[in-house]
């Protein structure tokens, strides 16, 4: 039965267009989404601020990711299930959490202590740039022009949307250092991330909150923090398990199908986002700074949405485990039954193959360029 269906749906493959360009959409709209819950999470945590301390709030919000996302992944699997990651894929979560979850936060407090709100908005654009730079430096993901002008025109705008007048307020270099310092962790952590994206979305993100918030929740304790009563606290962990839990499940999707340089290009119109849903719950106005980040930004998204990258290239054989559908590059068998249209998950192999379609630096593009 197996074979039978399997025969189908090759043959139906043959004389039907490829779902690539689709797909690629979905993931565009799983990074989108990513930036809007983040980007809203903002204006509300503003509102929290003066409710505990910095070192605690940042806690309570990954605390709240952490525990949310394990309940909801207990819920969908019906009880505890593996992790389904590899031997060789704990070191690259290990060392996101460690960078995005305990040092980027750090960094991150410390310099807010010495650092004014203007610079420190500035300074977080740093993080899409730094993202890029190490997708294609180290990792020697694709850049293409149209990519590298999309992403300077979403960071120009951020830069924009940020800038108030004026820098001022900072003592001295060291807090905008650490600021700085916690975007290149951050940048670090998106790209680490980016080794496991292939693996359970649900288990990825809710490790990192619930490690991320029990570290920094144990800190504010230890300077002196104490919780705040029962509703702020719940608020607090709800607003986490949407603008830091939800919204990292919908990055690491998007980093499975865009590659880390893009995925945090869309991200980084989160601030614009936060913009907007400020100007509704808190009633402040716009200026035309936003409305020239507004432009920057749409022409951004647009240069990448009309991304066009095609050319011959080859896949090296490879093992792994994800929900797919039978597409151009999954033409394996099963030992299962299962629907020739339904998207499912299991571990399969990738054998050698050579061919040319449009195509982004998703999990099973991570070719050279020449």
Not at 83 to 88: D, K, P
Not at 188 to 212: E, M, P, W, Y
Not at 350 to 360: L, Q
Request: net charge neutral; hydrophobic share 50%.
């Amino acid at each position: 039965r197996d074979e039978g269906v399997s025969g189908y749906r090759f043959h139906r493959m043959a004389s039907s267009p490829s779902p690539a360009s689709t797909m690629n959409h979905i993931y565009v709209i799983h990074a989108l989404l990513a930036a809007a819950l983040f980007g809203a999470s903002t204006p509300f945590a503003k509102l929290l601020v003066g409710e505990m301390s910095p070192w605690l709030l940042a806690g309570l919000l990954y605390l709240g990711s952490g525990l949310g996302l394990a309940a909801a992944r207990l819920i969908r699997d019906r009880g505890w299930t593996p992790s389904g990651l590899a031997t060789g894929e704990w070191p690259w979560l290990l060392g996101a959490i460690f960078f995005g979850g305990i040092l980027g936060p750090l960094a991150l407090m410390f310099g807010l202590t010495r650092t004014s709100g203007s610079t420190a908005s500035l300074l977080l654009n740093l993080e899409a740039v730094l993202t890029a730079v190490i997708a294609w430096v180290v990792f020697k993901e694709n850049a293409d022009r149209r990519i590298v002008l999309g992403m300077l025109a979403i960071v120009a705008g951020g830069v924009v949307l940020s800038w108030s007048g004026g820098a001022g307020g900072t003592s001295d270099g060291v807090g905008p250092f650490a600021i700085a310092a916690g975007c290149w962790c951050w940048a670090i952590d998106n790209n680490l991330t980016r080794r496991v994206s292939a693996s359970d979305a649900l288990f990825i993100a809710g490790t990192k909150g619930a490690v991320a918030g029990t570290v920094n929740v144990g800190l504010a304790f230890v300077l002196g923090a104490s919780l705040p009563s029962g509703s702020i606290l719940w608020g607090t962990m709800a607003v986490g398990l949407l603008g830091y839990g939800i919204s990292l499940v919908l990055f690491v999707l998007a980093l499975r199908g865009l590659g880390t340089a893009r995925t945090g290009a869309y991200f980084s119109t989160a601030p614009f986002i936060g913009a907007v849903v400020s100007l509704v719950l808190l009633g402040e106005t716009t200026s035309l700074a936003f409305w020239i980040a507004a432009a920057l930004m749409g022409w951004g998204v647009w240069l990448h949405l009309t991304e066009h990258h095609e050319h011959k290239h080859g896949h090296e054989p490879l093992a792994h485990r994800h929900r797919h559908i039978h597409d151009a590059h999954h033409r394996h068998e099963h030992d299962f039954a299962w629907g020739a249209d339904d998207p499912h998950e299991h571990w399969h192999q990738h054998e050698t193959m050579v061919h040319k379609h449009p195509h982004f630096p998703d999990i099973h593009h991570r070719h050279l360029h020449g």
